[in-house]
């Protein structure tokens, strides 16, 4: 079978590992592409589609809620039936509905379709760090899964660009079929260079029970923070989805300490490396997208940019981070993470620091320092701190250790623009309290005050995420 076959030239190689993370940077750009250039294209897509903005929304909630509730899944899945043969699958999965995704007709059909492809997109997310650890020695991990951050914030560059020029050229359609040239060489590559791994376990069974209370309960859950502030935390479907979501991820939990083959292994959470970093890892996406979230919109309603301006001052966080990455990795394969994890939060909080002090007049040179530092202070903590939790595993577990991380991860963001929306509204509402006719000028004082309160929230979370990496307690390193 092809799935079996390795190059020679590729395994004899003495820098076989760099390929392996060459293939594993083709999944990484591409789903991260996906995520940025989607939303260039949405003003369009609802003209043509005739879709209401209401509607329109699932287009990105659809894919992340999906994303969000099948990480730890696929990551267990592949711990028992071989990462290749599941990574591989995924880049079948998400580019067929990039294809799908092209060719729809009406807004429910792509909504669908972008279901499937965020199926493949967990699928890729869930396994990427697994790979790469399971390749690298210790001494190199840091430097590998920094240039994945690098190929990261190179995604989330290229995808607005990109997506305005085939949105502007051709039509919205290109947008997805765009994957499909990059989703194929990702195949080849896969079957050709990442090494056929086997399942070190072959009794253990996959938890289907598990996997369904899972997902059920995180579906319910996110939808609900998604959808909170717009249909009002007090509504029955908010209050009915968020109650029992946690009943179904107690259940969840109940069920997985009963069970010989659990689909979440809850021991790994009493390697303190692994549970300090995931609980400051989701701390600093929380913290991250509530920044993410506000700022194009202080930037166009307050400051008045046009679009073009807003992407421009926008792309310098992930510039920065494109830069810090890569250079933090290599280092924490020195000295280890904890001294980096720890500073790169702290100049973290240091940028919402510096975002608070904007004003309704500020300049666009007194805003660039803020995003550059949370960029410097995000390169600098997210690689370490992601060597730090893989290396931590026992390699039979890095499939699912890498699906929790991404959990996590992708649980901040949605955490991050729930929290950050919800402050910001009630305290623009307070400020704007007994103004029937507010003046532009009063709208915006009151827009920066909200804005400023979530900053300095953001701030006090970045500084709680510092404090506990610090507790991480050295850089345990598994057995081969």
């Known amino acids: 079978m092809i799935e079996g076959y390795n190059s020679s030239y590729f395994k004899d190689s ?38 209401n903005l209401s509607t329109l929304q699932w287009v990105v909630t659809a894919y992340l809620l999906t994303i969000s509730s099948l990480l730890p899944v696929f990551g267990r899945l592949a711990d028992l039936i071989g990462r290749k043969r599941v990574y591989s699958f995924g880049f079948i999965i998400f580019t067929l509905g990039s294809v799908l995704c092209g060719l729809a007709t009406n807004i429910w059909f792509l909504i669908g379709m972008r279901v ?18 399971a390749n690298f020695p210790p001494k190199e991990r840091g430097k590998a899964l920094g240039l994945t951050g690098t190929v990261v914030a190179l995604g989330s560059l290229t995808g607005p660009a990109l997506g305005g020029i085939l949105v502007g050229l051709l039509n919205w359609r290109t947008i997805f079929y765009i994957n499909l040239p990059i989703g194929i060489i990702g195949y080849i590559a ?9 399942p070190l376990q072959s ?22 923070l998604s959808n909170g502030q717009d249909w009002g935390w ?28 659990p689909m979440i292994d809850l021991s790994l959470f009493q390697i303190r490396p692994f549970l300090a970093g995931n609980i400051t890892g989701f701390l600093s996406f929380v913290a991250m997208f509530a920044n993410t979230m ?34 933090s990795g290599l280092i924490s394969d020195i000295i280890g993470p904890r001294v980096l994890t720890t500073s790169g939060l702290i100049v973290f909080a240091s940028g919402f620091l510096y975002l608070s002090s904007l004003t309704a007049c500020s300049l666009t040179w007194q805003i660039v320092p803020g995003l550059l530092l949370i960029g410097l202070g ?7 701190n992601n060597s730090s939790v893989m290396s931590s595993v026992p390699t039979i577990k890095l499939g699912i250790a890498g699906g929790i ?76």
């Not at 499937?116 to 650890?133: K, R, V, Y």
């Not at 995000?378 to 370490?384: A, N, T, V, W």
């Not at 400023?452 to 507790?471: F, K, R, Y």
Request: net charge neutral; glycine share 8%.
């Open 294 to 327: 506000l700022m194009p919109f202080y930037l166009q309603h307050v400051l008045n940019f046009d679009p073009t301006q807003v992407g421009l001052i926008m792309t310098s966080f992930p510039l920065m981070l494109a830069i810090s990455a890569p250079i």
């Open 234 to 261: 007090n509504s029955y479907p908010i209050r009915g989805g968020l109650i029992l979501g946690l009943i179904l991820l107690a259940a969840f939990f109940l069920a997985e300490i009963r069970v010989s083959s």
């Open 116 to 133: 499937l492809q965020a199926i493949g997109a967990s699928i890729l997310m869930a396994n990427s760090p697994a790979i790469i650890t």
């Open 190 to 198: 896969a079957l050709l260079i990442l090494p056929l791994d086997t």
């Open 378 to 384: 995000c390169g600098l903590f997210q690689s370490p």
């Open 203 to 224: 009794n253990e069974t996959f938890d289907f029970i598990g996997a369904f209370l899972f997902t059920s309960g995180m579906l319910c859950l996110l939808f609900s």
């Open 405 to 480: 991380n991404a959990l996590l991860r992708n649980v901040g963001m949605v955490i991050g623009i729930s929290y950050s929306v919800s402050l910001f509204e009630n305290r623009q509402a307070i400020l704007l309290e007994g103004i029937t006719s507010p003046t532009a000028e009063q709208q915006a004082n009151a827009f920066v005050g909200a804005y400023q309160i979530v900053m300095l929230t953001s701030m006090g979370i970045a500084i709680v995420a510092g404090l506990l990496s610090l507790n991480r307690k050295g850089y345990y390193q598994p057995e081969a």
């Open 14 to 51: 003495p820098k076989y590992r760099w390929f392996i993370l060459a293939t594993v940077s083709i999944g990484t750009f591409m789903s991260t592409l996906d995520s940025s250039i989607v939303s260039v294209a949405l003003p369009t897509i609802s003209g043509k589609l005739q879709a």
